[in-house]
């Protein structure tokens, strides 16, 4: 069963315009959640976090948002740019677990010039 | 710099051979992880090691071993009961004070 889940394979948008990157997770132990973000052949980079304690944090042209009842969180990119375009992927921790991540399977985000 | 690094980028290997990949890192973190990716999939974790000395099985390792004998180094072996090798090997560390990981570059194992 997989306990972290991004349902959309891929998105595309306009440079200029928002993407929205969703998340969804089973787990309620989970109180920490990361998205990372990677180009082909090279190792993930970390982009943002939020604590469970929390419902937004931002930093720059991203956000990430989080409803703990639904199970749910979001990365906004605004405004959206061609750099941007990768892999992204959301990831949550809990503290009982030695710092583990449970990753989702990304989404790829295309932005177009 | 700091950093990790891996080697090699890419790796070729005939069925039935052991072989392993390096994973250095220079940042003082006591944590470090192994996972592997396949296309279009998330990372899986095949081992952590969150001391010297110490490592834990992830949630796919079956067929791969590692050693924790520094700090700075943590090597996976693949070996041949691995089933299906052929992946993306990536590695990551992580200080005590935070979730976040760092990560390899990777390497792209190939097994014929």
């Known amino acids: 069963d997989q306990q972290v889940k991004q349902n959309s394979p891929s998105l595309s948008v306009q440079e200029g315009r928002i993407s929205i990157l969703n998340c969804d997770y089973t787990?309620?132990?989970?109180?920490?959640f990361l998205w990372y973000k990677k180009y082909p052949a090279e190792g993930p980079t970390f982009l943002i976090s939020?604590?469970?304690?929390?419902d937004k944090n931002e930093d720059g042209r991203f956000t990430v948002f989080l409803n703990k009842s639904a199970k749910h969180l979001s990365l906004h990119i605004v405004p959206s740019q061609p750099g941007d375009s990768a892999v992204y992927f959301c990831?949550?921790?809990?503290?009982?677990?030695?710092?583990?991540?449970?990753f989702g399977d990304g989404t790829t985000l295309t932005v177009k010039p | 710099d700091g950093g990790i690094t891996q080697s090699p980028k890419y790796l070729f290997r005939k069925e039935g051979q052991n072989v392993t990949l390096s994973c250095e890192q220079n940042?003082?973190?006591?944590?470090m992880y192994w996972y592997r990716q396949d296309p279009g999939q998330g990372l899986r974790l095949i081992y952590y090691?969150?001391?010297?000395?110490?490592?834990q099985k992830g949630d796919i390792a079956e067929g791969y071993s590692v050693s924790r004998e520094k700090k700075e180094s943590f090597p996976l072996t693949v070996t041949s009961a691995q089933k299906n090798p052929t992946a993306f090997y990536l590695c990551?560390?992580?200080?005590?004070?935070?979730?976040?990981?760092?990560f390899g570059p990777g390497t792209r194992l190939t097994v014929t």
């Open positions: 990551a560390s992580r200080s005590g004070q935070s979730y976040e990981q760092y």
């Open positions: 787990n309620s132990m989970f109180d920490y």
């Open positions: 939020i604590s469970s304690i929390k």
């Open positions: 990831a949550a921790s809990d503290n009982t677990n030695a710092g583990k991540s449970t």
């Open positions: 940042l003082n973190h006591d944590a």
């Open positions: 090691s969150q001391i010297v000395n110490d490592f």
